[in-house]
């Protein structure tokens, strides 16, 4: 067996292959169809990514195509005879069947040049340039099309080998049922019964078919999608080995074994790469808001009264996040202390926690780290205390090889802030984001090993380390992202969305007009005009509160959308005054101590002051946020059905579209030092008179 019978067997079978005629008019038909569905992506909806993520039945097709296409290749090479020539030729039927692949690896090259093409022709400067999001593009197509025809296609040859007569197409029915993007439908009751995501293992295409494209995060390009490719084809080549070996086609000798060898490593190898530890990206926020409605909120944390001087933080984003946080503490208090409690997130597992290079004992319980300390930690004593640990699950934010969203309200960090990372709130029992900022003037030192563009609130010293003071937190980006300037402002917003930011000069006057009502209206005068503004998709479709997607530090403010939204040139005309209802959070309550019964409080004054804001700026507001927050969030009673109607009285009169009123700075006041509905109700009572 050497390269030119190789060679030679594979332009033979596509010889006969091209005589068919069916095989042909089959990959000609099925690429139309891709070339088709691209071009209507492109003129009827214009959803560059979608037309990737959101077409699985192209990959569908596709993988019935190629099965079809491997069983018919063994056959009609059968049906010529073939199989009785080979036996003549030493290793004649090996050569053959290597030929074949060779034949259908042609065609999937070929397929894969033309799908990309036509890709980059319908959608290249329209307005994406961007070469990484093309390369990564590529890249797509390469690993969930050409790589999972190309499966299909031996699997077809390998059931056409061994199979015979027309029983071979239930089966091949029957697997293609097994490897589609919706397998789920076929697989749900095995998974239940095996306790095991089996459509998970089996699905060779897209991994969330009914997920919308991450515009921050990109593609679900993660290594564990190849491994897994790569174990397929490994079990494939083994059971072609055997079936050689059984046929007696193929002897055990030192080069077969050898093979053989390398294959089995590749398989083991594939097998340990899936089972790590690792973040992918797929819709998990369901089984998160399971976790917080049944967190225990009665674990024991001692009070105290910890003042973090200094936070230096290694960062290494691998197939999963791992992070070696050194913290320098003094106790701030009136008492001596024998444990220390922090808040991490508990997807995050702590591996060791070191004082002055000595391991210490620590327990870890839900988002609660509590440190044993071997001596007392005296009144105004400072201690370093080095964190290492790893993990990281949910895709609300993440940190792996391809993207990093850790902003500065999210317990990423070693936090001060005993409540949980989370908590589920209101009438409608929504996830809530509770700040984690560290809020007291901080020294940060940031290294992170990455090889893309970081974006933080940190001043960049020299290559991948940052430092600074921050009386925010801090703040970590990455991914598929571009910037614009204008004037003293930096855009950051996903590759994908450049077709929004055609209308900046739009957005730019509204975040200055915010910033403006904001700071003036509600005396924030420490409050400065962003020099960063990033416009993400920071909320999951399973988001059901309003204000959770926005943040700010001292020098940016993330503005945050659904997942599964698509801005286009439009959207700053259309839905702008959306936003408002993010950003006001981020500025009034978001950093406010945590009080989950002062939650639906705040919440109403944020919803009635941005639609007086958006009156204000005059936008059309036709959200309706006010009355949904009012009908499905509060939790009703007779105080609060009081304050309705004397919010409803105040709401028609024409003070309340004057979004300078003394009215809403004072009832701003009452959020603030978290007074209650008696307050708010005696306070309208007042202005109603």
Known sequence: MNLIKIIQSAIFSWKLVLKTWLIPILFILINCYFVYTFYLYRYETFSPP??????????????????????????????????????????????????????????????????????????????????????SVFKYIGLFWSGSFFIAFMIGMLLGSIIRGKIIYPIILLVYCLLIPINYVFLQSFNRFFHISLDKWFNLGEPNPHSAYHALYGFSLEPVHFWKKLLMVAVIVLVFMMLFIKKKVLYLNKKVILIGTIILVLFISSIIEISKDKQLLFEDSISLIDYYRKYDKNMLNEEQNIKIENVDILLTPKQNLELEVDVKIQNAGKKDLSKLFFTLFHEFEVNQIEIEGKNIDFLQAGDTVEVLLNEKLKVGQRISLTFNYEGLQTNLYFGNQQAIYLPNHFAWIPSTNLAPAFDIVSNQKGLHRISHKYMEETKYQLEINYNKKIYTNLKNQTKNKWSGSSSSGITVISGMLNEKRDDNKTYIYPISWEESMQELKRFDTYVNTVYKQVTTLLSMDNIEKPKYVYFLPTLNISDTLIGESASIDDQSIIIGTPVYAEPDRNYFKDFIDDLTYEIIPAFTTKDLPYDKSQYEFNSLFNCVYSQTLNKQMGLNDDTGFVNHFINYNLTKNEKVDSVLDGLRNWLKTDEATDSQHTFYKEWYKLVREGKSWDDLNNLLNTYNR
């Open 50 to 135: 979608s037309a990737l993520t959101t077409s699985s039945q192209l990959v569908m097709s596709g993988m019935l195509a190629y099965l079809l296409l491997g069983m018919w290749i063994v056959r009609i090479e059968e049906s010529s005879s073939m199989s009785e020539l080979t036996t003549l030729i030493h290793h004649g039927y090996v050569t053959l069947i290597i030929g074949k692949c060779l034949v259908g690896v042609i065609y999937i090259i070929i397929g894969q040049i033309i799908i990309f093409t036509a890709y980059l022709v319908l959608f290249y400067g329209q307005p994406i340039f961007d070469y990484f999001y093309f390369l």
